[in-house]
């Protein structure tokens, strides 16, 4: 377990913990862990490497092992990256080329290669030895490049050291559990491992997300604390906690036998929810099957609290219509007026419902009052869903408005013409300014603000829950310049159990997301492009590799995408990650060279087309747009080809939305009197600086975001 902590300590704050160890000379030690950070793209602050070297030897290498290994599988270095052609990006042949070299060559070596069928012959690539399956090791490929060359462009990572381990876990622990934003899946297991290890510790004092709730009050019961909870939901989402289930209650959980203190303490939750309001009731209904399947576990019939009611619902031996159900009823007989008064006494509800209720209202009259509750509901809400309003509202009166895109939680998408009515401009305009002030008078204000300029395009985490795991990884709808010449797309995957064939592509677009051309393993070469060659299977791990010279393309779209072509999907494999490097094009060295990777994201989800992100060319350069796609695709043979309509659709209608970003933030400051500035002013007592990475000289005191604890923007 401590070891667990430290490093998902390391790898969420880039902060290495102080340890109990002797203490020495341990200097020159500290010096070779910097250097080799440097060939990753990270360094070690002065106070890093002063605590290192007052270490003894023995103990300062143990911990610059430790953190080396989390940096480097943090970027995907862990693993060797071999490529199928040797000289990638040199000497990659044509397709065509390459594919009768490889007939060629069976014909020679395996004569059934070529089989007949029908009176025609058909080729099966991947019979041909050669085809999809590596034909030279990683130390031969190793020796076919020159050195390395580092460029003033490539990324510069500040570790620094931190407090005792326990310090740093009960902070992150505190992070995570007071996040304003449902958390991806990734963080809530890594909440699950802090949670355990935390338990005899001070505990956050309110949980705001459901899902998080879950799992820190599954710790309260084992520890004999009170759990908060003040819904039904609540409960059955502990009782999946306490059963190693889904908390997020998408997949079903297969409850365990509980101990009967357990069984008291989920029994005597329920009674405390229904007895405060017996309306909560009707969330039963939702859950359905999952309460009856929890039934069995709890024994109910047992119980003669107002809890066993939630089970007698979950049978259909009591009613108990949901809020929803009793809107519609009011909307559905005409009761308009008291839709909106049934929806006031959930605020949360009711902002989630203000395109509806805003479009279909009767009158002027009846809009301005809609409005009106809206503005009154807004203090009761989270700060999340307030910004969810603000943005819906900006993307609603877009003139150029015509298309919807929804995306789900794991991250599959879709996109439909938007038919909807417009809304009133007066009620539009009321309640943006309300939404304004509200998020103004949440978020701290500091004298002074510092923000890098690139930083002001990063989407607001308004949802973490399908943003996969990984390093530089971006909410969706952030922007981020891209001022190298070369980019280099990969991806690495390792199958478990079956032979798997993962095919790194790209879509290459015009302007107008209209004329398309591809590059995948059909298609090698083109203007602009390379691709390092199709790999079929993967028993010890396989990497493709894609170049794109952004100056040499025609197109001004490039979309990169992973298909499962055969095999197992994403959640299947033992290991997958996509990711981004970004070069000077004179830049020499391997194939992967950690100092220019700028994303690392791991496969993940039940998909078998990912579309990370997408690279469009504006008029001054290019910048990546991130997406996070995780698409169903088909059980076999997904193609860059096959997708191309989907693909584009999804990919320009998300480019035309507009998104929230720490810019919208930064303008409501400034015009609330907060001093920005774009560089570190000298001569300031602490600031709040936003950027990628901090610099090692702010003033005692300051407040800090990066990437690393960017849910901290969205206010409570």
């Not at 939901?233 to 101990?259: I, K, M, Q, Y």
């Not at 909106?340 to 002027?364: C, I, K, N, Y």
């Not at 879509?507 to 209209?514: A, G, K, P, Q, S």
């Not at 693909?647 to 929230?660: C, E, F, P």
Request: proline fraction near 5%; aromatic fraction near 6%.
């Amino acid at each position: 377990m401590p070891a667990q902590i430290f490093d998902l300590v390391v790898r969420r704050t880039w902060r290495v913990p102080l340890t109990a160890v002797s203490t020495g000379d341990a200097a020159s030690v500290a010096r070779r862990f910097d250097a080799v950070l440097l060939t990753s793209g990270y360094k070690a602050s002065g106070r890093l490497l002063s605590y290192l070297g007052t270490l003894s030897p023995q103990d300062a290498r143990l911990v610059a092992v430790q953190t080396l290994a989390v940096v480097h599988e943090a970027l995907g270095a862990h693993v060797q990256h071999n490529t199928y052609f040797q000289d990638f990006p040199q000497n990659v042949p044509d397709t065509l080329d390459f594919w009768v070299s490889c007939l060629r060559d069976a014909l020679q070596e395996v004569p059934g290669a070529v089989k007949v069928f029908a009176g025609r012959t058909g080729i099966d690539l991947l019979a041909l030895p050669r085809y999809g399956r590596y034909q030279h090791t990683y130390e031969e490929m190793v020796a076919a490049h020159d050195a390395f060359v580092p460029a003033l462009g490539d990324r510069r990572t500040v570790l620094d050291v931190g407090g005792t381990l326990d310090e740093e876990a009960h902070r992150l622990y505190l992070h995570l559990a007071g996040s304003t934003t449902p958390l991806s899946d990734a963080d809530l297991v890594a909440l699950a491992l802090l949670a355990q290890h935390c338990g005899g510790m001070e505990q956050p004092a309110t949980v705001p997300t459901r899902t998080a709730r879950a799992i820190v009050n599954a710790t309260h019961v084992l520890y004999g604390r009170e759990v908060q909870a003040d819904t039904v939901t609540d409960v059955l989402r502990l009782a999946c906690a306490l059963s190693g289930g889904d908390v997020t209650l998408e997949a079903a959980t297969r409850f365990r036998s509980l101990p009967r203190p357990v069984r008291r303490v989920l029994l005597g939750t329920l009674d405390a929810v229904v007895a405060a309001s017996p309306a909560k009731l009707g969330d039963v209904a939702a859950h359905r099957e999952a309460w009856k399947r929890l039934g069995e576990r709890l024994h109910p019939h047992e119980h003669r609290g107002p809890g066993a009611r939630v089970f007698a619902v979950a049978r259909g031996d009591e009613d108990a219509p949901s809020l929803a159900a009793r809107v519609e009823r009011s909307f559905a007989s005409g009761a308009r007026a008291e839709a909106l008064r049934l929806l006031a006494a959930a605020p949360g509800t009711l902002v989630r419902r203000a395109d509806h209720l805003l479009r279909s209202a009767a009158d002027d009259a009846e809009a301005t009052a809609v409005a009106d509750a809206l503005v009154r509901a807004l203090p009761g809400v989270s700060g999340r869903v307030v910004l969810g309003l603000r943005e819906h509202l900006e993307n609603r009166r877009r003139p150029d408005r015509d298309r919807r895109v929804f995306v789900n939680r794991q991250g599959g998408a879709w996109a439909v013409p938007d038919e909807r009515a417009d809304l009133p401009a007066d009620a539009v305009a009321a309640l943006a300014r309300a939404c304004d002030a509200e998020v103004l008078r949440r978020v701290p204000r500091p004298q002074d603000l510092v923000v890098e300029p690139d930083f002001l395009d990063v989407a607001l985490p308004l949802s973490a829950r399908a943003r996969p795991d990984g390093a530089g990884v971006l909410p969706r709808g952030s922007r981020t310049r891209v001022t190298d010449e070369l980019l280099r797309f990969f991806v690495h995957w390792r199958q478990q159990a079956t032979d798997t064939d993962l095919d790194l592509s790209c879509l290459l677009l015009d302007r107008e997301f209209t004329d398309a051309e591809h590059v995948s393993w059909t298609r090698l070469r083109g203007g602009g492009f390379v691709h390092s060659g199709d790999l079929t299977e993967a028993p010890d791990g396989a990497t493709e590799f894609v170049d794109v010279k952004l100056s040499g393309i025609r197109r001004d779209v490039v979309v990169p995408e992973v298909h499962v072509y055969s095999g197992e999907r994403f959640d299947e494999v033992a290991e997958g990650f996509f990711g981004f490097m970004t070069r000077d094009v004179a830049q020499t060295g391997l194939p992967f060279e950690p100092a220019t990777v700028r994303l690392k994201s791991d496969l993940a989800g039940q998909g078998r087309v990912a579309i990370p992100a997408a690279f469009l060319r504006g008029g001054d350069g290019w910048e990546a747009l991130w997406l996070h796609l995780n698409l169903r695709g088909r059980s076999r043979f997904n193609t860059v080809e096959g997708h191309r309509v989907t693909t584009t659709t999804l990919v320009r209608d998300i480019a035309a939305r507009r998104y929230l970003t720490v810019r919208y933030l930064v303008d409501l400051l400034r015009a609330d009197g907060v001093k920005v500035h774009h560089e570190l002013p000298q001569g300031t007592g602490p600031v709040t600086y936003l950027g990628f990475d901090a610099p090692e000289d702010l003033p005692e005191g300051s407040r800090v975001v990066t990437t690393q604890n960017l849910l901290d923007l969205v206010p409570a």
